[in-house]
């Protein structure tokens, strides 16, 4: 598989996901021996507007556990010339040259797609205001793997900030890939799922449904991926009124009695108190396995677009 820009979820096709995984499988392999200097040579430039936990130190990591270097900026909007009011355009035209591949997380919709027409290099969106999180999507479908082992005929409900929550959205895209696959959309009627991507499911032929009854579906649902509510990107006032109406879809210990055996909960973090700790130890809660599975899909991705044909050792 030979990948360029990483913008959107719909642009994989099911084949690149069955390669993808495969390779974050030898990825596995590959940093329980230590890594490997398949990326020696290579350099990643990590651009980050919006502050970020894990998708940023799983890419670094991701980077360097391939031997490759790492340039980043934790807090662009502090501390690279976007301060001063330089355009993203202007930035990605000049870091292009000082590295191989960009990895962009940008406070605008629509931003990533904009950089990657002046990029020199591969951009990957590492999430774009309440746009997509395309490669937080990839991760959740090798988690749903290697859970499930199948992804085809599985029910996933989607909880909580369903308009703004970026991961949501790009999950939503990339489960059209699968056959037999149910959504179902849980969320207070202001954070409902938007309109095209319900529009995009049904081309396609993915049943959806809303259902505000949480305990109905954590009957049912194989998958209960819950969000927090964005509170960054909605004033205070009505972000606090929204927090407090999604209270009542928290995941407890009530919540896990309801569920099937088999069924697991994930989030893609950061967490609030949409999932109470006292459900981190039923091993249903796969949300800290996830997110330890972002790095090998994305050494698996960093390899996709940087060296594609080399054999991993
Ligand atoms: N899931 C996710 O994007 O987390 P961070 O904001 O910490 O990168």
Excluded at 198 to 225: F, Q, S
């Amino acid at each position: 598989m030979k990948l360029g820009h990483v913008i959107e979820s719909q642009q994989f096709d099911r084949t690149d996901l069955e390669q993808l995984f495969e390779c974050a499988r030898q990825m596995e392999i590959v940093v329980s021996r230590g890594g490997s200097n398949l990326l020696a040579g290579k350099i990643m430039i990590s651009y980050f507007h919006e502050e970020s936990t894990r998708t940023r130190f799983s890419f670094e990591a991701a980077m360097r556990r391939l031997g490759g270097g790492v340039i980043s900026s934790e807090n662009a909007l502090q501390f690279s010339s976007a301060a001063k009011g330089e355009s993203l355009r202007d930035s990605i035209q000049v870091i292009g040259g000082y590295g191989d591949i960009i990895v962009l997380r940008h406070g605008s919709e629509g931003a990533a797609e904009s950089a990657a027409q002046v990029s020199s290099v591969p951009l990957i969106n590492a999430g774009d205001g309440p746009g997509q999180h395309p490669t937080q999507a990839l991760l959740d479908i090798y988690t749903i793997e290697k859970e499930f082992g199948k992804i085809d005929g599985l029910t996933i409900a989607m909880i909580g900030d369903l308009a703004d929550g970026r991961t949501v959205h790009s999950l939503a895209y990339l489960l059209t890939k699968f056959r037999n696959i149910k959504i179902i959309f849980v969320s207070p009627p202001a954070m409902r799922m938007k309109d095209k991507i319900k529009t995009y499911l049904d081309k396609c032929g993915v049943p959806w449904e809303e259902n505000a009854d949480l305990n109905e579906v954590a009957r049912i649902a194989d998958v209960l991926y819950q969000t927090r509510i964005q509170t960054e990107r909605r004033q205070r006032k009505l972000a606090d009124r929204l927090e407090k109406a999604a209270v009542k879809y928290t995941i407890d210990a009530k919540t896990l009695k309801l569920m099937s055996p088999r069924a697991r909960i994930m989030h893609p973090f950061p967490r609030k108190k949409e999932i109470s700790r006292d459900v981190d130890s039923d091993p249903r809660a796969a949300y800290f396995r996830q997110a330890h599975n972002g790095l090998y899909l994305r050494m698996a991705l960093l390899k996709a677009i940087l060296a594609p044909n080399a054999k991993i050792e």
